[in-house]
């Protein structure tokens, strides 16, 4: 099984082909599903035709759907974080990106100084401190 794109720019599938629009669909209709459960068996709670046996079944049933309904809209929303976190992780990759082509540029213009010679020697300036830099640019590595 590959992951497909979503379009949603996370990168991942929905899982074995099926689209998320149908998948989400899907979650929602179970959903619905659950909450007429929930409503046809409070309606029958005060049924005195019921017995304990009946009632048993009908919990165990619930617990089952319960379970599906729950994951499918687990899904739902851990889909919607996952994505922001993608798209978090997208956005800071590319500040990186550009923080080190503009620490790059900084490092190859000071070793490109004209007050530093070309055999390496410090050109005449005041106080040393092209020298300190150019030793410092030389040293860092990106």
Same mark, same amino acid.
């Given at each position: ?43 029958? &709670?005060?049924? %005195? *035709? ?13 617990? #089952?759907? =319960? $379970? +599906? ?31 080190? &082509?503009?620490? %790059? *540029? ?13 055999? #390496?020697? =410090? $050109? +005449? ?18």
């Amino acid at each position: 099984m590959t992951d497909q794109d979503t379009g949603d720019g996370t990168g991942q599938g929905g899982g074995a082909g099926a689209s998320p629009v149908v998948l989400s669909v899907v979650a929602i209709g179970l959903l619905v599903a659950y909450l007429l459960v929930l409503l046809l068996l409070f309606r029958g &709670a005060d049924d %005195e *035709g019921a017995s304990e046996t009946v009632w048993g079944r009908y919990i165990f049933l619930l617990g #089952g759907l =319960e $379970a +599906v309904v729950f994951t499918a809209v687990g899904w739902l929303f851990g889909r919607e974080v996952n994505r922001r976190q993608a798209n978090q992780a997208e956005q800071a990759t590319k500040e990186a990106a550009e923080a080190k &082509a503009k620490g %790059e *540029g900084l490092r190859q213009a000071i070793l490109s100084h004209p007050a530093i010679g070309g055999d #390496g020697t =410090e $050109a +005449v300036v005041g106080d040393g401190s092209m020298q300190a830099l150019r030793m410092q640019a030389k040293a860092t590595r990106f």
